[in-house]
């Protein structure tokens, strides 16, 4: 919608102009217990959010900050992946959400270990509902995986505005 210099502006056109903004943090969850240990080579679900309202051609972020990664052996690699579904529940089986996957090298002393985020971006073809899945997996080594925190671990989702072009080029 554009205005111009002299535009008279109905109430209609405000609720279209403020309508089409972004609308900030849309869902949130805060898992209140503080670790998961013990996961292998099957990905293991930890925070899954439902019925989080979206609308065709916006792009959505989910954040999921205050992640430690932890290993039974420094040989040992785990991920941390964000997964989501418009038909259901998110499940290990949806698909995964672009760049949210993180494999933080982590030792297995958590003492010292910084804690880290992911960062996913969903870009809507609907408008619906979106259900997103925060798991974790062993990807590497022989020993378990778990997410370890001495605070509860939050989770967000922010509609950021709508879809840009693809219009990056490949090199």
């Not at 073809?125 to 995986?145: K, W």
């Amino acid at each position: 919608m554009t205005f111009f210099a002299g535009d008279r502006l109905a109430a209609a056109d405000l609720n279209a102009a403020f309508a089409a903004l972004p609308q900030g943090i849309i869902a949130r969850h805060t898992r209140n217990t503080t670790s998961l240990s013990g996961v292998g080579a099957t990905e293991t679900p930890f925070i899954r959010m439902d019925n989080i309202p979206i609308r065709n051609g916006y792009s959505y972020e989910i954040i999921a900050p205050r992640l430690v990664l932890t290993t039974t052996a420094t040989t040992t690699i785990g991920a941390v992946r964000l997964r989501g579904s418009t038909s259901g529940n998110a499940t290990i089986a949806s698909a995964g959400i672009d760049g949210a996957e993180v494999r933080p090298a982590t030792p297995v002393d958590t003492s010292n270990v910084p804690e880290q985020q992911i960062i996913g971006v969903y870009h809507s073809a609907t408008t619906g509902s979106l259900s997103v899945l925060l798991s974790i997996i062993r990807v590497a080594g022989a020993g378990t995986v778990g997410l370890f925190s001495t605070v509860n671990i939050p989770m967000y989702v922010k509609e950021i505005g709508i879809t840009p072009v693809d219009a990056g080029t490949d090199l």
